[in-house]
């Protein structure tokens, strides 16, 4: 707790504040006499495109008291099942998880035992949902919040769905795979700001103390100087693939093996190295208007993905950053950002978020805090709720996963890729309707090959 | 005596207050009721003079609301209070008082005062804002959702009429989504040809489109050589039209008329696409195909509602115009395309070197005041050849009654502006050399030139070497679609094309 820079007095005098002015929004809304300036948009939300202003989550240490709050998931594999065991670590007694959903009843049922085995929670067989519609059953169920976990492809639909129904949210990164997903999101985060929901989004660095304290030091005590550039990086070995199994259909395999397959992960640029590319567009405080880059598929077994990724992303300054991404095993690499100032040098390398000078010097180190980032995420997430704290990330997140997508689409095509041209994009990925079944998507699915594909509208 | 009263003054300060304070209040609430007394409908209506106004607003979603309030002329027609309510206020009463005293409303064109162009000036988007500050309800539809997002990421640029122009006035011709029914309603009982046009030698021709029950004239346009731009001393020239250079310009033929909406709609029918194929990796699993592939939908009404048939077919891209070009040479057999800047100018001159291809200077039409269409002495024959804004109504017109020039060719000048096959460049002319057959404009550029004044154009850019161009990423500014249309254009309603065929060995062409 001491080196955590978050006071609890601190924060609740900062909450009340930002719930006052919550509170004025609100009552200019449901006015129509009132003068209520350029609230159009929708007020509320963390992230305001117009300002590009970017607050803090609350940061406690535990959640504060309230009243029970009951989730649902939505996805039961790796990233679900993790998700809902920090979720009910952040929120201890006072929060539960009651549904279950997934297309796969087995996933279902794994998740089902081990929350009753580690967590000593029971969720009723009526309350586990099977199928490419469990997510509408679990959002019906009574639930106060979902969790988003299902491969991406299908988040942006979950992420409607639940707003509509005025659940609050955490969805998993990546949010989207495709232009067309990534409006989907950003329309439903206006209607969430609008309707007071909190959403936050497993871009897990943006709750981790060490990182808001590098941050800090950068952007509000000015220790590096203007940003010139920066490198980001998720340089690491192979996730993992299925092979087939005869008792699968082409669609069971294809989403049990869904990190090789771009329509369904985005490829890893979006799927993984978003979270880096999450941090540049937070630190620099914009996001870049153009890339060029490239890839290749040098030993990935399955799908039709790339396994690395070079793009060089553009600022609307002029200003350069690199990014790098690989999934290959057995190759040297590391998972980190470093941002170039006129002063000094931040970096997150062997995740030790600090300031050092030209000659690796330290200047700063940031304070660290004892709560895992995997679960502040949901501690906050919870406070914000209880607190009625206007928080909302998905629009953030909707940028730095769009500009993933830019570094995809130029690398696949070896064309310069402008953020406009992504934003006003009619790509989307994969096939119309999903059903359990044979597709003959696998056999029509090719690993693009840069050079060789008209990213233009044909003259 | 002065200080006495101060004294008196002083003593009953309280009541001084008092009695200032009710003073206040009653003018206060006074004019407030004032205000609120000159601001009903029934108000607006006794000097705002305007045909179907009360009507058309009675029809509109405004009045009609589904929670049973009426939103009233100033709640759209004035900013909110605090933000130049009363200012606004007293110009809008004070220029209705005025045209209800000095003007007869009959004379009004209330037509062109509700388009867009015109009702921002007295539809204020903060008035929008200031009731509808939730523009994502949940219950917000799918493309309402992308309008909306593309509206919240260019707020600066747009207004919320831009989309929703009829909601204060019901309109009952306006559309506001995909109109998949567009130009349907052919004539089917007409007899459609079935081969297009043999010409063998250079004369006028009426081609006709196989397949389609359209046909149009075509003029022989001899060749030769002729002044490119205008003389430094031409008045109201601007500085693009010159240096001044001598070109050659070989026989083609071109249309007599604007591509009319007839042609462009067997075109449209013949080709239209339900779907689109436009983006970056959909085209991955798309193979090249040679059947061309048209427009697709519009979204809202092409045509402004002014009606289709001979009137020159609008709105569409330049992409759209090449498609259709390439279009009606393979289906005819001949080589038609849109003419170059050159050719155009050519064919507009025809062979006369003044501002037009009639008698007078721009300043004999220019002042078209009350003296002006008293006595000026050649607005007649400016009228019979010319289609601009002072005698447009300040819309497309039927070719019909239009008096041709030299060549035979109707509305060179105005009507709506015509597309050309040259890349814009201001000082294309300075690179030019004297002699040069056939130019073709600079070899690359951003726009393309348009020539030709239109309905819109004032007296000066109706003149024969008047040059403008295109600005694709104005007139697609307010398309609401996600992606923007490739073939409609949304901003711009004032450009056409006209195509020539050249003159080959398909066309006699020893």
């Not at chain 1, 069971?252 to 640029?269: A, C, K, P, Q, Y």
Request: aromatic share 10%.
């Amino acid at each position: 707790m001491s080196k955590n820079n978050f006071s609890r007095r601190k924060f609740l005098a900062s909450a009340a504040a930002v719930g006052a002015v919550g509170a004025m929004g609100a009552g200019t809304l449901s006015s129509c006499s009132t003068g209520g300036g350029s609230a159009a948009a929708g007020g509320g939300g963390i992230y305001d495109w117009a300002k590009r202003e970017y607050p803090f989550p609350p940061m406690l240490d535990a959640v504060p008291d309230g009243k029970v709050l009951k989730a649902g998931i939505i996805g039961c594999g790796g990233r679900g099942s993790g998700a809902a065991v920090n979720f009910l670590e952040a929120g201890g007694a006072s929060v539960a998880v009651t549904a279950l959903g997934d297309v796969f009843q087995d996933r279902v049922d794994s998740l089902q035992a081990k929350l009753k085995k580690n967590n000593d929670t029971e969720i009723a067989d009526e309350n586990c949902f099977v199928g490419f519609d469990a997510f509408e059953k679990v959002i019906a169920s009574g639930v106060d919040i979902v969790i988003l976990a299902t491969p991406p492809k299908f988040r942006p639909e979950h992420f409607e769905a639940a707003v509509k129904a005025r659940k609050h949210c955490f969805m998993e990164k990546p949010i989207a795979v495709d232009p067309v997903g990534i409006r989907q999101v950003l329309a439903a985060a206006k209607m969430a700001d609008a309707a007071g929901l909190k959403v936050v989004t497993g871009t897990q660095r943006r709750h981790e103390a060490s990182y808001i304290n590098l941050f800090k030091e950068c952007n509000d005590n000015n220790a590096i100087g203007k940003i010139t550039g920066a490198n980001v990086y998720w340089n690491g070995g192979k996730l993992w693939h299925r092979d087939s199994n005869p008792d699968w259909s082409e669609m069971e395999w294809m989403i049990r093996d869904w990190v090789n397959w771009t329509w369904l992960s985005g490829d890893h640029i979006v799927e993984q190295h978003v979270h880096n590319l999450d941090v540049a567009n937070w630190y620099i405080g914009k996001a870049p208007v153009k890339a060029l880059g490239f890839g290749s598929r040098q030993r990935r077994v399955t799908g039709d993905q790339f396994d690395n990724f070079s793009i060089d992303y553009v600022y609307d300054d002029g200003m350069h950053i690199h990014s790098t991404c690989r999934q290959i095993n057995s190759c040297d690499g590391g998972v980190y950002e470093i941002f170039h100032g006129t002063k000094a040098i931040a970096t997150t390398a062997g995740h030790k978020p600090q300031i050092v000078d030209a000659a690796g010097n330290q200047i700063y180190q940031a304070p660290k805090s004892d709560v895992s980032p995997y679960v502040q995420e949901h501690i906050d997430l919870i406070t914000c709720i209880r607190q009625n704290i206007p928080f909302n990330e998905a629009a953030a997140t909707a940028e730095s996963v769009m500009i993933a997508i830019m570094g995809r689409v130029s690398a696949y095509t070896g064309k310069e890729v402008t953020y406009e041209e992504m934003m006003n994009s009619d790509m989307k990925l994969g096939p119309e309707t999903f059903i359990m079944g044979d597709l003959g998507y696998m056999a029509k699915a090719e690993v693009p090959v840069p050079g060789t594909l008209d990213r233009k509208p044909k003259k | 005596m002065l200080k006495r009263f101060g004294n008196y003054l002083r003593k009953k300060l309280l009541l001084v207050i008092l009695i200032g304070f009710v003073i206040g209040i009653t003018a206060t609430v006074f004019s407030h009721k004032a205000i609120e007394a000159t601001s009903t409908p029934e108000s607006c209506e006794m000097c705002h003079v305007h045909p179907h106004v009360t009507e058309s607003w009675k029809l509109s979603v405004h009045y009609d609301t589904r929670v049973g309030i009426h939103i009233g002329c100033v709640e759209c027609h004035l900013p909110p209070k605090g933000q130049g309510f009363l200012k606004e206020k007293i110009k809008a009463s004070s220029k209705d008082l005025y045209g209800y005293i000095f003007k007869d409303s009959a004379d009004f064109n209330w037509e062109a005062k509700s388009t867009l162009e015109h009702a921002q000036h007295f539809v204020f988007k903060e008035s929008c804002i200031n009731c509808h500050q939730n523009l994502f309800p949940l219950t917000l539809t799918k493309d309402g959702q992308d309008a909306h997002l593309y509206y919240s990421q260019n707020e600066e640029e747009l207004r919320c009429i831009n989309c929703h122009l009829n909601v204060g006035h019901y309109d009952p011709n306006a559309m506001h989504a995909k109109n998949v029914d567009f130009g349907g309603s052919g004539d089917e009982s007409k007899e459609k040809y079935t081969e297009a046009a043999t010409v063998n030698s250079h004369d006028n021709y009426i081609e006709t489109i196989p397949g389609t029950t359209i046909a149009f004239n075509m003029k022989a346009i001899p060749g030769g050589s002729f002044k490119l731009g205008s003389p430094e001393g031409e008045q109201m020239r601007k500085a693009d039209e010159g240096p001044q250079k001598t070109v050659n310009v070989s026989s083609f033929f071109m249309a007599e008329i604007e591509v009319s909406w007839d042609e462009y709609l067997a075109f449209y029918s013949a080709t239209a696409a339900e779907g689109r194929s436009t983006d970056t990796e959909g085209t991955r699993t798309e193979a090249d195909v040679d059947a061309i592939s048209g427009p697709t939908p519009p979204y809202g009404q092409p045509d402004q509602n002014w009606g289709l048939g001979t009137r020159p077919a609008i709105t569409m891209s330049y992409r759209s115009v090449e498609t259709y070009v390439k279009w009606l040479s393979q289906v005819t057999g001949k080589t038609y395309r849109l003419p170059t800047e050159a050719e155009w100018e050519y064919a507009a001159r025809g062979g006369t070197e003044t501002p037009f291809f009639f008698e007078g200077n721009p300043k004999d039409f220019g002042e078209q005041g009350f003296f002006g269409k008293l006595f000026g002495k050649g607005s007649d024959s400016v009228n019979s050849y010319v289609v601009y804004d002072k005698n447009s109504g300040l819309r497309t017109a039927e070719p019909e009654g239009i008096e041709a020039n030299p060549f035979g060719l109707k509305n060179m000048l105005g009507n709506v502006a015509e597309y050309t096959a040259d890349w814009y460049a201001e000082d294309a002319y300075a690179t030019l050399q004297d002699g040069t057959t056939d130019p073709k404009g600079p070899a690359s550029g951003e726009e393309h030139v348009i020539r030709g004044g239109s309905f819109k154009s004032e007296i000066g850019e109706v003149r024969s070497a008047a040059r403008a161009h295109t600005e694709s990423k104005a007139w697609m500014k307010t398309d609401p679609q996600m992606p923007k249309s490739i073939w409609w254009l949304s901003d711009c309603n004032f450009v056409s094309f006209r195509v020539v065929c050249e003159f080959d060995e398909k066309t006699g062409k020893n």
